[in-house]
């Protein structure tokens, strides 16, 4: 067997882990004694943070039932090329993140060849279908899991495991951001501001674009002067861009981290997909609403697989509904407009609902080390015990 490299694979599946990715990568610059090299599967963010991506990241980025499967030929391709490029490679460790979709199949193969996989965002075995925790254990060495309370779940199974903390506690904001980002963009002072966010995937924007438009249509009606900032990512920028070119309020569509922080810190009130833009804007101090919408095939199975009452990380955290979540068939451009109309003109509502999220953002590490800095340290303890062993 050759010997391995000291390189870490990383794979990330969709824009959300490539995020995650980035991060990681730079914390492993930081705690390394060593330098390091980078490959695998990411995108943008990854890419600056120097990793050389063998696919496409738009391939991998798919949620649904009936979304994912005439993908499915594809996806198996990318599976067998990955697997081979880490065969190959023999990096001393492999970092796969989130995407279980993808992740967990490749990690299928890879398994007993000698390198150590750890797995970065547990599947939500809280949720539904909670035998996945049992499936995987075999597949890693070790997970590294963002809420509190889910390491029993997987230690129970003998996988180890280690809470890290979420990701989105790390995001830094810059100081003045919101007020020099409304006197670039035109935007009075006393103007409300809405911050629309249709989803990181083409399958989220293709299903709430329409619904997300004709609310805020509605919204403009009710509210003089009101300003729309649709923060979006490079892949769905064109279809985004296309859609809010007949919205009112004026929209400004903005792609990159920065630009969206300075954008979430300008806004009155969000209108986001359901994700973890929902944590980015609530440690922003932004009131918000998440909203989702799937197929009708998939909203039915996912009604009989889910056991939780939240699908917002806020609410789920706290254990109550602070945040509303308007999802599938009740996704209506009437419910949308209706809701986030309150936050626009009921200061206590936003006031009562960031109260809630401060300490809900507390618990997933905010204020403490940052996640990736745990992660980074959790990564390199599993590679020194490989390689004493």
């Known amino acids: 067997m050759a010997p391995l490299k000291q390189s870490i694979m990383l794979v990330a599946g969709e824009p959300s882990g490539d995020l995650l990715g980035a991060r990681l990568i730079a914390a492993l610059r930081r705690a390394s004694p060593r330098d390091l090299d980078f490959i695998g599967v990411g995108g943008a963010a990854m890419a600056a943070e120097g990793l050389q991506s063998i696919l496409p990241l738009s391939d991998l980025s798919v949620m649904g039932l009936t979304e994912v499967v005439p993908r499915i030929p594809r996806l198996l391709g990318h599976i067998r090329r990955t697997t081979a490029f880490a065969r190959r490679e023999r990096p001393a460790v492999i970092v796969t993140i989130d995407a279980p979709g993808f992740n967990f199949r490749l990690a299928k193969r890879l398994r007993g060849g000698g390198i150590p996989i750890i797995h970065y965002v547990a599947p939500t075995v809280w949720a539904w279908r909670p035998g996945r925790a049992k499936a995987i254990a075999p597949l890693f060495e070790h997970l590294l899991v963002l809420l509190p309370f889910e390491p029993p779940y ?16 790390e995001q830094r904001l810059e100081e003045g951001g919101g007020a020099a980002f409304r006197a670039r963009h035109g935007i009075a002072a006393e103007a409300r501001l809405l911050a629309v966010l249709p989803g990181s995937r083409h399958s989220e924007t293709s299903r709430l674009l329409g619904p997300f438009g004709a609310a805020v249509r509605t919204i403009a009606e009710q509210v003089p002067g009101l300003r729309i900032v649709v923060p979006t990512l490079a892949h769905v920028a064109d279809e985004v861009t296309s859609a809010a070119r007949g919205w009112p309020g004026r929209p400004i569509v903005t792609v990159g981290e920065a630009e969206k922080l300075n954008a979430f810190q300008a806004s009155d009130a969000a209108l986001a997909a359901s994700g973890t833009v929902s944590l980015e804007l609530a440690l922003a101090g932004v009131p918000m609403l998440v909203a989702y919408r799937v197929s009708a095939l998939t909203a039915f199975i996912a009604r009989r697989l889910v056991r939780t009452e939240h699908v917002n990380l806020v609410n789920l955290i706290l254990g109550r509904r602070v945040i509303p979540e308007i999802l599938h068939g009740a996704c209506t451009a009437q ?28 618990a997933l590490g905010a204020g403490g080390e940052a996640p990736s800095d745990r992660a980074a340290r959790a990564v390199l303890d599993v590679m020194a015990r490989h390689t004493s062993g």
């Not at 230690?155 to 506690?169: I, K, S, Y």
């Not at 626009?344 to 960031?354: F, N, P, R, S, W």
Request: contains cysteine; glycine residues 10%.
């Open 154 to 169: 997987f230690e129970a199974v003998g996988l180890d495991c280690t809470f890290v903390g979420h990701p989105a506690v």
């Open 335 to 362: 419910r949308l407009a209706a809701e986030t109309l309150r936050l626009l003109e009921d200061e206590g509502v936003g006031a009562e609902q960031m109260a809630a999220s401060r300490d809900a953002m507390a």
